[in-house]
T-cell receptor, first 111, second 112 residues
């Protein structure tokens, strides 16, 4: 399984755009990149998934460069409720294997 | 996610006791997972099951066992609980061919 590296923590203010980058240098051809969000004492929640280029949904955007060795989760205009831990996961063919969660990035949004 | 339920939500037990944590899902997914989370850390996979007849060890299966009683039910047992198994335990499900996992609310376990 591809190993991922993320910053341990990030701070931001309400209304700002937040970009969290994840490194996955040994990503395999069939691997997808998935991001989850976790609030305290709750299970992680799926945010977005992509394979290459850019993916956007109502919550976030995911930017993946051509070499796919990194990815960036972009949260537009964060609010206090976006304070959470964000996990980047890389896995091979969807659902083929269970994924490994790292320690994630703890995002703190200040007023 | 209300489609994935875990019982009990909180449990206090003593060292050496055998306990069972239960997970049920109404999503109709074939795949189910058990994770543990320690304070300030990410989730670590204990066991997973891709269908009723399939059981696989995860990163940290020692001291745990599982039972997949039906498509909708996946139980985690601690054979002889020890204090370092104190953690938050999550059950999750996913559909075959999809990466997205849906998590239950968690069970907070304290082993004295």
């Amino acid at each position: 399984l591809a190993k991922t590296t993320q910053p341990i923590s990030m701070d931001s203010y309400e209304g700002q755009e937040v970009n969290i980058t994840c490194s996955h240098n040994n990503i395999a051809t069939n691997d997808y990149i998935t991001w989850y969000q976790q609030f305290p004492s709750q299970g992680p929640r799926f945010i977005i998934q992509g394979y290459k280029t850019k993916v956007t949904n109502e919550v976030a955007s995911l930017f993946i460069p051509a070499d796919r060795k990194s990815s960036t989760l972009s949260l537009p205009r964060v609010s206090l409720s976006d304070t959470a831990v964000y996990y980047c996961l890389v896995g091979d063919e969807p659902g083929r294997r269970a994924l490994t969660f790292g320690s994630g990035t703890r995002l703190q949004v200040q007023p | 996610d209300a489609d994935v339920t875990q019982t009990p939500r909180n449990r206090i037990t003593k060292t050496g006791k055998r306990i069972m944590l239960e997970c049920s899902q109404t999503k109709g997914h074939d795949r189910m997972y058990w994770y543990r989370q320690d304070p300030g850390l990410g989730l670590r996979l204990i066991y997973y099951s891709f269908d009723v007849k399939d059981i696989n060890k995860g990163e940290i299966s020692d001291g745990y066992s599982v039972s997949r009683q039906a498509q909708a039910k996946f139980s985690l047992s601690l054979e002889s609980a020890i204090p370092n198994q104190t953690a938050l335990y999550f059950c999750a499900t996913s559909d075959a061919g999809e990466e997205t996992q849906y998590f239950g609310p968690g069970t907070r376990l304290l082993v004295l």
